[in-house]
């Protein structure tokens, strides 16, 4: 970006340009290689690489401490790593573009159209004390939208996607429950439509009852709207659920990847083998 112009580039066409099936031989929607990240000398990311093509779920399973949620922060663009490209076809103008090495401004706008995060703390995700509307209609507005009707309509059909109460919505989050919560953040995620959604543990701690319901409202919106997503979780039953493919992270670096089942059936490394063993 030049010292000319400090405005956000216009990616609000930057949505999913695929409609391809999963797996199919095409070029990777995202592709991220070599990501080194330290904090104060130590090592939480070392050399990992990763693909996800498009209309297709991505899990990341490890122990806590393996890198994971560093991980999906960098995706998001929230840090930026100590070395490692990161790549979203998104658009042609955005076609090659190593997204860690744009400018703030270029890095936010990707941040805004291009990608949705539900965080395992609501309180990351959410201003707990702005309506729940409220909260979806901040992100449609930051990326450019203007009028109280139109924010109010867009946070509505949303919310009603995320499968959220619509006679709620102009609760706070910090009035609602943890299940009620996290639709609150999935809807504000999908607003723009982003052509990437991350999720870190976005089931944990809630009931089992209210996990299986957002777990159905997650595969109903994947089907439907043929999402691109990267799950992290330590539940195994969640990433069976909805990944196509698994990688296997332990101190930082990717141990094993593949198909789910054929990671979660048999796993060829000891560490994973412990991993599921573990859950069973």
Same mark, same amino acid.
Not at 79 to 86: H, M, N
Not at 112 to 133: E, K
């Given at each position: 970006?030049?010292?000319?112009?400090?405005?956000?580039?216009? =990616?609000?066409? +930057?949505?999913?340009?695929?409609? %391809?099936?999963?797996?199919?031989? !095409?070029?990777?929607? &995202?592709? @991220? /290689?070599?990501?080194?990240?330290?904090?104060?000398?130590?090592?939480?990311?070392?050399?990992?690489?990763?693909?996800?093509?498009?209309?297709?779920?991505?899990?990341?399973?490890?122990?806590?401490?393996?890198?994971?949620?560093?991980?999906?922060?960098?995706?998001?663009?929230?840090?930026?790593?100590?070395?490692?490209?990161?790549?979203?076809?998104?658009?042609?103008?955005?076609?090659?573009?190593?997204?860690?090495?744009?400018?703030?401004?270029?890095?936010?706008?990707?941040?805004?159209?291009?990608?949705?995060?539900?965080?395992?703390?609501?309180?990351?995700?959410?201003?707990?004390?702005?309506?729940?509307?409220?909260?979806?209609?901040?992100? =449609?507005?930051? +990326?450019?939208?203007?009028?109280? %009707?139109?924010?109010?309509?867009? !946070?509505?059909?949303? &919310?009603? @996607? /995320?499968?959220?109460?619509?006679?709620?919505?102009?609760?706070?989050?910090?009035?609602?429950?943890?299940?009620?919560?996290?639709?609150?953040?999935?809807?504000?995620?999908?607003?723009?439509?982003?052509?990437?959604?991350?999720?870190?543990?976005?089931?944990?701690?809630?009931?089992?009852?209210?996990?299986?319901?957002?777990?159905?409202?997650?595969?109903?919106?994947?089907?439907?709207?043929?999402?691109?997503?990267?799950?992290?979780?330590?539940?195994?039953?969640?990433?069976?659920?909805?990944?196509?493919?698994?990688?296997?992270?332990?101190?930082?670096?990717?141990?094993?990847?593949?198909?789910?089942?054929?990671?979660?059936?048999?796993?060829?490394?000891?560490?994973?083998?412990?991993?599921?063993? %573990?859950?069973?």
């Amino acid at each position: 970006m030049t010292a000319t112009s400090n405005r956000l580039p216009d =990616l609000s066409s +930057a949505r999913v340009q695929f409609n %391809a099936p999963r797996l199919r031989s !095409a070029p990777p929607l &995202l592709h @991220a /290689s070599g990501i080194v990240k330290r904090y104060d000398g130590r090592l939480a990311l070392d050399d990992v690489s990763l693909e996800v093509f498009a209309g297709e779920v991505l899990g990341i399973v490890g122990e806590s401490g393996s890198g994971k949620s560093t991980l999906l922060r960098m995706l998001n663009l929230e840090e930026l790593p100590d070395a490692g490209t990161y790549r979203l076809h998104i658009s042609e103008a955005m076609a090659g573009k190593n997204l860690f090495a744009l400018e703030r401004f270029e890095r936010r706008s990707v941040q805004i159209h291009a990608i949705g995060m539900v965080y395992q703390n609501p309180h990351l995700g959410l201003r707990m004390r702005f309506t729940s509307s409220g909260n979806v209609a901040e992100r =449609l507005l930051i +990326a450019g939208e203007r009028g109280f %009707a139109a924010l109010r309509e867009a !946070a509505r059909d949303s &919310l009603a @996607a /995320s499968e959220f109460p619509l006679d709620r919505m102009d609760d706070p989050p910090r009035v609602l429950s943890g299940g009620m919560q996290q639709r609150v953040q999935l809807a504000k995620a999908l607003a723009l439509k982003p052509a990437l959604l991350l999720l870190d543990e976005p089931t944990t701690g809630l009931d089992v009852s209210i996990q299986a319901a957002v777990l159905d409202t997650l595969k109903r919106l994947q089907r439907e709207r043929d999402m691109t997503i990267v799950l992290v979780s330590h539940d195994l039953g969640v990433i069976r659920t909805l990944a196509d493919r698994v990688l296997v992270m332990r101190n930082g670096r990717v141990v094993e990847r593949g198909l789910t089942d054929q990671i979660l059936d048999d796993p060829q490394q000891a560490y994973t083998q412990q991993l599921v063993h %573990a859950k069973l």
